[in-house]
């Protein structure tokens, strides 16, 4: 389902600090109605990438495109359809939750009354009371329903569920998907930069992984899943050696193989059926497998 | 049938490879054929089903449009989705050759899991019969709840 005019496009990007690489020959696009999974470990780049989209930072060499318009130049124009909740949020210390939410709706050109209600309901978050009174989790909150009532055609965010409850984690992303995503018609995009891959394993629809600045694998969700198997066999002896390309993170512990698989699982799993194992064995890998596995 | 009733039908496993529209397509294809979703049984709608199960609303939308596609579920303008009353909307010969492909695909696995053809024959046997009694006991359970 590749569109002509993708929400997000990073060709090339480079991001220097000082001597150092955050982001290095980076490229991504990101089509409208996805939710794309931008997954790294800690110090990736995946901040420094996000920062280049919204024009917090300049990059070194390569292009970042948002809408089709380079973030530099058309700052409200991007800015306007976009919403951003960051890892920490933070907010004016003498504002309630009301005041804040009005603040942040002066800014918008929409903003849905209803579904502000509706979720400061559900978040049960007491409008009269002061931002800095608020939990790390209410803060959350509060940035998303921000995000959420200006109704905007993208959402971008970056690492938001880490540091909180897994209460209020799963509120945020059926938040995500029903407050948000429903509202749409299927056009609403979703960037979202995480290391709890568990938890947004049922929304990705495609993901890029990165490491070092650079990216290690970009597939779609579905595909990555059926591509990579994870088989296990059990030998009389010393298992013997396996040399077959598609095989990687070979694991041997006395008697016991166990190979990841990208790729063509049935050769794999047919080659060491031949070689006679005791017992075999294959089982699919999920998102968080798969990114473990890819970076090993 | 309310969202939490079809959320504990429907269990999501993201280690078996197959694409999760297909999972929630095949759990609601079993549980209408155990008789544990009932025809003319509304069905949730998109968005509580999708947040409860915390999946991608588009992949949800998905596979109700591929229970549509099958006949499994219609849609009735400004009501919602409904379980069909067993109605294909396919010919006989198709519907046969529809199978044929799942059969051949499971005599494949049975191939290389060294399953024999006896043993195989018993087992869609034992698995038809663990259908039947699962639709009897839903049906039981339908008309007590049923009774006044």
Redesign the interface.
């Known amino acids: 389902m590749k569109t002509e005019n993708p929400v997000i496009e990073i060709s090339h990007l480079v991001r220097k600090f000082g001597r150092s690489d955050a982001v290095n020959d980076l490229s991504l696009r990101v089509d409208a109605?996805r939710?794309y999974g931008f997954f790294g470990r800690n110090g990736a780049g995946k901040t420094t990438t996000i920062k280049c989209l919204l024009n917090l930072l300049q990059p070194t060499s390569g292009t970042v495109r948002v809408f089709g318009l380079e973030p530099r130049g058309n700052e409200v124009e991007v800015k306007s359809r976009l919403a951003y909740v960051p890892d920490q949020v933070a907010f004016y210390p003498w504002m309630t939750v009301r005041e804040t939410l009005d603040y942040l709706a002066s800014f918008r050109q929409r903003w849905n009354r209803t579904t502000e209600k509706e979720l400061l309901g559900q978040f049960r978050l007491d409008a009269g009371k002061k931002a800095t009174a608020l939990s790390k989790g209410q803060k959350t909150q509060l940035a998303l329903i921000g995000a959420v009532c200006a109704e905007p055609d993208l959402l971008i965010l970056d690492e938001p569920t880490s540091g909180l409850d897994p209460i209020v984690r799963?509120e945020f992303?059926?938040t995500v998907?029903?407050a948000y995503?429903?509202a749409g018609a299927?056009q609403r995009t979703v960037f979202v930069s995480t290391h709890l891959i568990t938890?947004f394993?049922?929304?990705?629809?495609e993901f890029t992984i990165i490491d070092n600045g650079k990216e290690a694998l970009t597939l779609e969700a579905?595909d990555a899943?059926?591509r990579f198997?994870k088989i296990r066999a059990r030998f009389a002896g010393t298992p013997p050696a396996i040399d077959f390309v598609a095989a990687r993170n070979i694991k041997r512990d006395g008697r016991e193989l166990e190979i990841t698989v990208n790729g063509d699982a049935e050769m794999v799993?047919n080659r060491i059926k031949s070689m006679g194992p005791e017992s075999l064995s294959m089982?699919?890998?999920?998102?968080e497998?798969i990114f473990v596995a890819t970076l090993q | 049938m309310t969202v939490s009733t079809v959320t504990m039908l429907i269990q999501?496993n993201?280690?078996?490879?197959?694409?999760?529209y297909l999972q929630v397509v095949d759990q609601f294809k079993s549980a209408a054929a155990s008789g544990a979703l009932r025809p003319g049984e509304p069905l949730p709608s998109?968005?509580?089903l999708?947040?409860?199960?915390?999946?991608?609303?588009?992949?949800v939308?998905k596979a109700y449009a591929e229970l549509e596609s099958q006949g499994i579920i219609e849609t009735v303008a400004g009501k919602g989705c409904f379980v069909t009353e067993n109605n294909s909307p396919f010919k006989k010969a198709v519907r046969q050759k529809m199978l044929s492909d799942d059969i051949d695909a499971a005599i494949v696995q049975a191939h290389?899991l060294q399953v024999n053809e006896k043993d195989f024959l018993e087992l869609v046997t034992q698995r038809l019969g663990f259908f039947r009694q699962k639709s009897e006991s839903n049906a039981n359970n339908h008309n007590q709840k049923d009774k006044p």
């Open positions: 109605g939710c799963r992303i059926q998907i029903g995503q429903d299927g938890e394993e049922g929304l990705i629809d579905d899943r059926s198997r799993l089982e699919g890998l999920t998102l497998e | 999501l993201f280690k078996s490879g197959k694409p999760a998109i968005r509580p999708a947040e409860q199960l915390r999946l991608n609303r588009n992949t939308a290389h």
